[in-house]
């Protein structure tokens, strides 16, 4: 039977509170049938007590039975007292989890009743103790209640232990009294029976250590202890534990805790029944004193008033009573938490207040007739479930939508972040973020404000927009713009847009009122955080199409740095470099463009800006060029750049730097320039007209080498073009000349500084200019197979700039060696002239060479010398060095080298006399290992059978070889046929066709001519065919060793293999 549609028992007079958002109740009273609890609604049973828990209900009956009641699985279930009964039960204590229960009787007997067991057992040691209430411990198992916290009618706290249904501890821990204090029960002072006591967890602040906190409430005090463990609980002294008293207490003084229901999730709400109302407050948790438990004083939450007296106090009585205030309502019979509201069941009535703001929610009245007297309620915590029951009945008060109405009564307290988090509908979080902006607006906060409006799009742009204005408030405006940006859907762009360029444009306003105003320190701080919102305003705006009016803001304003960030945001990388190369500032530039580099960007912005980078920066640009991130950049765009024959050495010594990475790192390039090279002449010229006229310097000889390498009718053979890999080998042989070329003038200088002296030239500046040369001679003699390398402009650049050395070593590679020689010889350098005369593979150029050598040093006349060139050559005699001889000179001087000449012809000739003796020995022996050939014999049997069809071999035509095998002539030349070319095939059938003719003619039975070879001829010939080598035990066999066993042409061999 539903309570509320009993309009006997609830009329609707009695209902003051409603939901706001419904006519219906929040909370209705189900009436459960007796028979649950195994009474017979018919008898005279009265209720004495119920507890629930885990979905478990405990109901005790005045007769002293007690039965449990499983809502899981609707097993109602008596439990057995044993041989000493309970004849009238006071109080049914159940755990939280369910585990365990505490039965009290009036006469102070206790039992213990575990939930998986239908026996209750005795507490012996608990006989003197009235129980009124226990603190469960919150770590207890099903065999064990661990440490429990008894409070009992004679104001004494108890530690109590049970295992398995037995007392293992009974221990006082505090009494408390009127007129004593202490540990010990005083017998002169009255006790304050102890009517609720909670434990709770919590932290202490001073070294964040766990502490035990022991609440209990005692006649009109709430005294708080903590400690450790229950044996360290302090204060000692239950008047030092004194946190909180009331003028009056209550019968019913329950003591309920509870996790608060708005706010913090984590705090614990107190509750306690008190006789002028209920005390509210919360745990303080860490607690930074043993007393300071509270966080601020205590609240009282008044008990509903009673409609019928109000309607007596505003109708009857006399004038000066009604002036008066109303009596105070009496304490109710008892209180019970749900989760917004407190519901309290009255004599009369019971209602439901709400624990946020304290107002009547709900009030019933209460039939005693109908449903006999109000007892008690309890919740199950675990179930979330709350029972109300009288003497006669037993009722569920079941909550609909409880938490309905919380978020507009928090709002009407203006506590808007609780409110915004009880929302359940999109409309109710819109009405409160209106409400909580519109309050921040009004109190001054117009930046809070205008965050709260940018969250609550439903309020009209234009309306916070114009309020703001209206107040003059550009930071307020600016943070709303900034909000509004950053909430908008990413689809709508064009929104987007239109918000983001007005808040950087009321950014850049507000930010140049106050970098005209920033004189000091903070107002400077204040000017770079302003700066750090602007760049993320920037980067909020980076993928909308608005970049050009933003770059003419920023650019116009004067903050470039911004502009640079933008741009970067952007990954519009050219803007930036731009940027900083306007500046004049280059090494920023290098570091971006490496930074851009790494993000897999760059290289175009590479190429563009070298010639700028590079001829301000060098260094750092080729560091740059360097690093493995730019390994795709193309040298032949760069190379414009670095390629400054005329700069600074400095320069050059970094274009030289990386051409010599490019050559090592790129082979790719001669690829390149091997296609460029295999194309054939007419489409070479064409390409490199592109890049020519930047690579090309202004000296005359360059111009005309290129010129000569461009339009002379195509490439010359193993030559590329200034559009492949040669471009890097031509620019680092000019650059290595220049270099050359200042050595050289740094030591003419030295050696005229020096003659003006009267004093030798310094060797540091010739030793510098030798090294130069021989770097450039290095470098010629790597790439001197490299098929790129353009010896001809090289030898060109060389004998223009006067470098001999490096114009004989390119005359060598391109094999002009009697030129390389000549050279060599009018500078005067022999060593290098004997070098290229070693250098031809053909000994008669190289004897020539060596001669001319020999011509040019004849002129001096030294007689060591000649003879030293010959020795050394290997190539010339006396003979050949005599006719270059003047006639001054005599022959003695060469007597040595005349003598060491016959000597050679005299060791000559008698080599050639063994090596015409050894030849005639060998052709003796051939002769005679021919003529054993020739008589060598092979012995057979006389039924030797042929090795492939088994007949006696002598049956007919037969070949023996010195293996002992045997074949018939026909079967022989059925196996050879097949293997045979069919060269040799034809020939075999020729001779066979020949020697048929020859039988012919002997027998005379055909007249016929004579053939061309004789018989005896034919017969070697077949016999050289046939039988050049044993078919199974020769060269044949190991050849058919891959072959199948059935050739495919073996179609009838192959089918009688197949299976049907």
Same mark, same amino acid.
């Given at each position: 039977?539903?309570?509320?549609?009993?309009?006997?028992?609830?009329?609707?007079?009695?209902?003051?509170?409603?939901?706001?958002?419904?006519?219906?109740?929040?909370?209705?009273?189900?009436?459960?049938?007796?028979?649950?609890?195994?009474?017979?609604?018919?008898?005279?049973?009265?209720?004495?007590?119920?507890?629930?828990?885990?979905?478990?209900?405990?109901?005790?009956?005045?007769?002293?039975?007690?039965?449990?009641?499983?809502?899981?699985?609707?097993?109602t279930v008596p439990i057995d007292f044993g041989r000493d009964r309970c004849t009238d039960v006071a109080r049914v204590l159940l755990e939280p989890k369910g585990f365990h229960a505490i039965i009290t009787s009036r006469m102070g007997d206790s039992w213990y009743l575990n939930f998986q067991s239908n026996q209750a057992k005795p507490l012996p040691k608990l006989k003197e103790h009235q129980i009124e209430t226990v603190a469960w411990d919150p770590d207890s198992t099903p065999a064990s209640t661990r440490d429990l916290i008894v409070g009992t009618e004679r104001g004494q706290l108890l530690h109590v232990v049970i295992n398995d249904g037995k007392e293992k501890l009974v221990r006082p821990l505090y009494a408390f009294e009127l007129g004593g204090s202490?540990?010990?029960?005083?017998?002169?002072?009255?006790?304050?029976?102890?009517?609720?006591?909670?434990?709770?967890?919590?932290?202490?602040?001073?070294?964040?250590?766990?502490?035990?906190?022991?609440?209990?409430?005692?006649?009109?005090?709430?005294?708080?202890?903590?400690?450790?463990?229950?044996?360290?609980?302090?204060?000692?002294?239950?008047?030092?534990? %004194?946190?909180?008293?009331?003028?009056?207490?209550?019968?019913?003084?329950?003591?309920?805790?509870?996790?608060?229901?708005?706010?913090?999730?984590?705090?614990?709400?107190?509750?306690?029944?008190?006789?002028?109302?209920?005390?509210?407050?919360?745990?303080?948790?860490?607690?930074?004193?043993?007393?300071?438990?509270?966080?601020?004083?205590?609240?009282?939450?008044?008990?509903?008033?009673?409609?019928?007296?109000?309607?007596?106090?505003?109708?009857?009585?006399?004038?000066?009573?009604?002036?008066?205030?109303?009596?105070?309502?009496?304490?109710?019979?008892?209180?019970?938490?749900?989760?917004?509201?407190?519901?309290?069941?009255?004599?009369?009535?019971?209602?439901?207040?709400?624990?946020?703001?304290?107002?009547?929610?709900?009030?019933?009245?209460?039939?005693?007739?109908?449903?006999?007297?109000?007892?008690?309620?309890?919740?199950?915590?675990?179930?979330?479930?709350?029972?109300?029951?009288?003497?006669?009945?037993?009722?569920?008060i079941v909550a609909e939508r409880e938490d309905r109405s919380i978020w507009l009564l928090l709002l009407r307290m203006e506590r808007f972040d609780e409110a915004l988090k009880a929302c359940t509908l999109p409309a109710q979080r819109t009405r409160v973020l209106a409400a909580h902006a519109d309050w921040l607006f009004r109190t001054g906060k117009f930046v809070e404000a205008a965050k709260k409006f940018a969250e609550d799009t439903a309020v009209p742009f234009e309306h916070v927009a114009l309020r703001f204005l209206r107040v003059d408030h550009k930071p307020a405006l600016l943070e709303y713009l900034r909000c509004r940006l950053r909430r908008c859907q990413k689809d709508d762009r064009v929104t987007r847009a239109l918000l983001g360029v007005w808040?950087?444009?009321?950014?850049?306003?507000?930010?140049?009122?106050?970098?005209?105003?920033?004189?000091?320190?903070?107002?400077?701080?204040?000017?770079?955080?302003?700066?750090?919102?602007?760049?993320?305003?920037?980067?909020?705006?980076?993928?909308?199409?608005?970049?050009?009016?933003?770059?003419?803001?920023?650019?116009?304003?004067?903050?470039?740095?911004?502009?640079?960030?933008?741009?970067?945001?952007?990954?519009?990388?050219?803007?930036?470099?731009?940027?900083?190369?306007?500046?004049?500032?280059?090494?920023?530039?290098?570091?971006?463009?490496?930074?851009?580099?790494?993000?897999?960007? #760059?290289?175009?912005?590479?190429?563009?800006?070298?010639?700028? %980078?590079?001829?301000?920066?060098?260094?750092?640009?080729?560091? %740059?060029?360097?690093?493995?991130?730019?390994?795709?950049?193309?040298?032949?765009?760069?190379?414009?750049?670095?390629?400054?024959?005329?700069?600074?050495?400095?320069?050059?010594?970094?274009?030289?730097?990386?051409?010599?990475?490019?050559?090592?790192?790129?082979?790719?390039?001669?690829?390149?320039?091997?296609?460029?090279?295999?194309?054939?002449?007419?489409?070479?010229?064409?390409?490199?007209?592109?890049?020519?006229?930047?690579?090309?310097?202004?000296?005359?000889?360059?111009?005309?080498?290129?010129?000569?390498?461009?339009?002379?009718?195509?490439?010359?053979?193993?030559?590329?073009?200034?559009?492949?890999?040669?471009?890097?080998?031509?620019?680092?042989?000019?650059?290595?000349?220049?270099?050359?070329?200042?050595?050289?003038?740094?030591?003419?200088?030295?050696?005229?500084?020096?003659?003006?002296?009267?004093?030798?030239?310094?060797?540091?500046?010739?030793?510098?200019?030798?090294?130069?040369?021989?770097?450039?001679?290095?470098?010629?003699?790597?790439?001197?197979?490299?098929?790129?390398?353009?010896?001809?402009?090289?030898?060109?650049?060389?004998?223009?700039?006067?470098?001999?050395?490096?114009?004989?070593?390119?005359?060598?590679?391109?094999?002009?060696?009697?030129?390389?020689?000549?050279?060599?010889?009018?500078?005067?350098?022999?060593?290098?002239?004997?070098?290229?005369?070693?250098?031809?593979?053909?000994?008669?150029?190289?004897?020539?060479?060596? %001669?001319?050598?020999?011509?040019?040093?004849?002129?001096?006349?030294?007689?060591?010398?000649?003879?030293?060139?010959?020795?050394?050559?290997?190539?010339?005699?006396?003979?050949?060095?005599?006719?270059?001889?003047?006639?001054?000179?005599?022959?003695?001087?060469?007597?040595?080298?005349?003598?060491?000449?016959?000597?050679?012809?005299?060791?000559?000739?008698?080599?050639?006399?063994?090596?015409?003796?050894?030849?005639?020995?060998?052709?003796?022996?051939?002769?005679?290992?021919?003529?054993?050939?020739?008589?060598?014999?092979?012995?057979?049997?006389?039924?030797?059978?042929?090795?492939?069809?088994?007949?006696?071999?002598?049956?007919?035509?037969?070949?023996?070889?010195?293996?002992?095998?045997?074949?018939?002539?026909?079967?022989?030349?059925?196996?050879?046929?097949?293997?045979?070319?069919?060269?040799?095939?034809?020939?075999?059938?020729?001779?066979?066709?020949?020697?048929?003719?020859?039988?012919?003619?002997?027998?005379?039975?055909?007249?016929?001519?004579?053939?061309?070879?004789?018989?005896?001829?034919?017969?070697?010939?077949?016999? #050289?065919?046939?039988?050049?080598?044993?078919?199974?035990?020769?060269?044949?066999?190991?050849?058919?060793?891959?072959?199948?066993?059935?050739?495919?042409?073996?179609?009838?061999?192959?089918?009688?293999?197949?299976?049907?």
């Open positions: 039977m539903d309570l509320t549609s009993d309009a006997d028992v609830l009329g609707t007079r009695g209902n003051v509170g409603v939901s706001s958002e419904g006519d219906s109740h929040i909370f209705t009273a189900r009436q459960e049938g007796l028979e649950h609890l195994g009474l017979n609604p018919g008898q005279p049973a009265r209720i004495s007590g119920v507890a629930a828990s885990n979905s478990t209900v405990l109901a005790a009956v005045q007769a002293g039975e007690i039965v449990r009641w499983d809502q899981c699985e609707g097993a202490g540990r010990q029960p005083n017998a002169a002072a009255i006790h304050q029976p102890v009517c609720g006591v909670h434990r709770e967890r919590v932290q202490c602040k001073a070294d964040m250590a766990e502490r035990i906190l022991v609440l209990a409430a005692a006649g009109c005090g709430l005294y708080a202890f903590m400690g450790p463990s229950l044996e360290g609980l302090t204060p000692r002294e239950t008047s030092k534990a %004194l946190v909180y008293e009331v003028p009056r207490d209550s019968p019913h003084g329950d003591l309920l805790v509870d996790s608060a229901c708005v706010g913090d999730a984590f705090a614990k709400n107190i509750f306690w029944l008190t006789g002028v109302g209920v005390l509210s407050c919360t745990i303080k948790n860490p607690v930074e004193a043993d007393n300071a438990v509270l966080e601020g004083p205590p609240s009282i939450i008044p008990f509903p008033p009673s409609p019928k007296e109000i309607v007596k106090h505003n109708h009857g009585g006399s004038l000066v009573s009604s002036l008066l205030p109303p009596e105070p309502p009496p304490a109710p019979l008892a209180m019970a938490l749900a989760r917004y509201h407190i519901i309290f069941l009255f004599n009369d009535r019971w209602a439901a207040v709400s624990r946020i703001n304290h107002d009547l929610v709900q009030q019933q009245e209460w039939a005693k007739t109908t449903h006999g007297l109000p007892r008690g309620l309890s919740r199950d915590l675990h179930g979330e479930r709350l029972w109300m029951y009288s003497d006669k009945q037993l009722f569920e808040a950087v444009e009321m950014s850049l306003a507000h930010l140049n009122d106050m970098r005209l105003a920033a004189h000091g320190s903070k107002a400077r701080a204040a000017l770079d955080v302003e700066r750090g919102k602007l760049k993320e305003l920037l980067r909020d705006c980076k993928d909308l199409d608005v970049h050009e009016p933003l770059y003419h803001l920023l650019q116009s304003h004067g903050w470039l740095d911004e502009l640079a960030y933008f741009a970067e945001a952007r990954r519009d990388f050219n803007t930036v470099i731009v940027h900083h190369v306007s500046r004049r500032d280059c090494v920023s530039a290098i570091n971006k463009l490496a930074d851009f580099q790494a993000d897999g960007a #760059g290289e175009d912005l590479v190429c563009r800006f070298a010639p700028v %980078l590079f001829g301000a920066e060098p260094r750092a640009f080729v560091s %740059l060029l360097l690093r493995p991130q730019l390994e795709k950049v193309d040298p032949l765009s760069v190379l414009p750049a670095v390629y400054l024959p005329r700069a600074p050495p400095s320069h050059r010594a970094e274009a030289l730097r990386y051409l010599k990475h490019v050559v090592q790192n790129h082979p790719e390039l001669i690829g390149q320039g091997g296609e460029a090279a295999a194309g054939g002449g007419e489409s070479a010229p064409s390409v490199p007209s592109i890049r020519t006229g930047s690579l090309l310097p202004d000296n005359d000889f360059v111009t005309g080498a290129v010129e000569d390498f461009l339009g002379g009718g195509g490439a010359a053979p193993g030559c590329g073009s200034w559009a492949s890999g040669t471009a890097v080998l031509n620019a680092s042989v000019v650059l290595f000349a220049c270099d050359c070329v200042d050595a050289k003038a740094k030591e003419q200088a030295a050696a005229s500084a020096a003659s003006r002296a009267a004093e030798s030239p310094p060797e540091a500046a010739v030793a510098i200019a030798v090294g130069a040369e021989d770097q450039l001679i290095e470098f010629l003699t790597e790439q001197q197979s490299n098929t790129l390398l353009d010896p001809r402009f090289a030898l060109r650049v060389c004998t223009e700039k006067g470098l001999s050395r490096a114009a004989v070593l390119l005359y060598g590679i391109m094999g002009m060696h009697e030129e390389a020689v000549d050279v060599a010889l009018q500078q005067g350098d022999v060593g290098l002239a004997k070098q290229n005369a070693c250098k031809p593979p053909d000994a008669r150029l190289r004897q020539k060479l060596w %001669l001319r050598i020999v011509e040019n040093q004849v002129a001096s006349g030294d007689v060591q010398i000649i003879t030293g060139l010959i020795r050394e050559s290997q190539e010339l005699s006396v003979r050949d060095v005599l006719p270059y001889m003047s006639d001054a000179m005599t022959i003695s001087a060469f007597q040595a080298e005349i003598c060491e000449c016959l000597d050679k012809y005299e060791n000559q000739i008698e080599t050639m006399r063994q090596e015409m003796d050894d030849h005639q020995r060998a052709l003796e022996a051939f002769k005679e290992d021919l003529k054993e050939a020739e008589e060598r014999t092979v012995t057979i049997e006389q039924d030797q059978p042929c090795e492939i069809c088994g007949i006696p071999a002598m049956q007919e035509r037969f070949y023996v070889f010195a293996c002992t095998h045997c074949f018939h002539e026909a079967c022989l030349r059925a196996l050879i046929l097949p293997t045979l070319s069919q060269e040799s095939s034809d020939r075999l059938l020729a001779l066979e066709a020949t020697r048929v003719e020859h039988q012919a003619a002997a027998a005379g039975s055909l007249a016929v001519s004579q053939p061309a070879k004789t018989l005896a001829e034919v017969d070697d010939a077949l016999d #050289g065919i046939l039988a050049d080598d044993c078919p199974l035990c020769g060269h044949l066999m190991i050849q058919t060793i891959t072959r199948p066993f059935i050739d495919a042409h073996e179609q009838e061999e192959i089918d009688s293999w197949a299976l049907s």
